[in-house]
């Protein structure tokens, strides 16, 4: 089973940047799909990217494209999601997830083990 630690998150203003991390450990974690997602307060869990198990293929939302960037680090097994020009709507605990499906999952149920979140609040 792996485990996920997400770190990196805090508070930036509108415009800003922040580069998430998640850790991933225990057995056979390089073999799993790992998505980012997020949920603001009082709304659904979103989809935000995902990257495939070699990291060479990766996802997105439309509303991210060509402002996030999802990356990973097989050496480290860690994957990295770069968010730049953030928008105060997309203050939000942010959770990376491993699935063991289709590098673009795109929905939760296909995620089996999540991390705890890391909260994101941009300032307008």
């Known amino acids: 089973q792996v485990q996920l630690v997400e770190s990196g998150g805090g508070l930036v203003q509108a415009g800003g940047s922040l580069r998430l991390s998640c850790a991933a450990s225990g057995r056979r974690s390089t073999s799993y799909v790992i998505g980012w997602f997020r949920q603001a307060p009082g709304k659904e869990r979103d989809f935000v990217a995902s990257?495939?198990?070699?990291?060479?293929?990766?996802y997105y939302t439309e509303s991210v494209k060509g402002r996030f960037t999802i990356t990973r680090d097989k050496a480290e097994n860690m994957v990295y999601l770069q968010m730049n020009s953030l928008k105060s709507e997309e203050t939000a605990v942010y959770y990376c997830a491993a699935a063991q499906g289709f590098s673009d999952s795109r929905y939760d149920y296909q995620y089996d083990t999540w991390g705890q979140g890391a909260q994101v609040t941009v300032s307008s």
């Open positions: 990257i495939s198990r070699g990291g060479g293929q990766a």
